[in-house]
């Protein structure tokens, strides 16, 4: 099982840094080069830069959670939520298709949800 993880190119868990401008205010986000990859792709498919994404969900993360704790943690969590959401057909592969075009609540409705406890403890017997 390992050798599926161990074999992912290292530059693709080297970290950068990268200064984005969240409201005229710069500030230094540092995620692994996957996730900025991630961040590309979901951003060229909305017609945006990566700092006006990264703007965009700091934004309504604000609106909706009133602060944010840890943006970078978040980010991650965009990548991975984007990728899964695409597997599971909420989001189309069609990169030609923007987010903001889709419907919520049908993207949601797609998403995976994890297993039940009980059912993880038979799992792990």
Sequence with gaps: MCQV???AAPHLYACRARSVRLHGVA????????FWN?????AIRDGMSVPQLCTKLYD???QARGEVDNFASFLRVCCGRYLALQLSGGIPQDARIPIASLNAERVLASE???LPPNVLKVCAA
């Design 38 to 42: 991630v961040l590309d792709d979901i």
């Design 112 to 114: 995976h949800h994890p």
């Design 60 to 62: 309504e993360l604000v």
């Design 27 to 34: 500030t230094s986000i540092r995620l692994e080069n996957l």
């Design 5 to 7: 993880f161990i074999n």
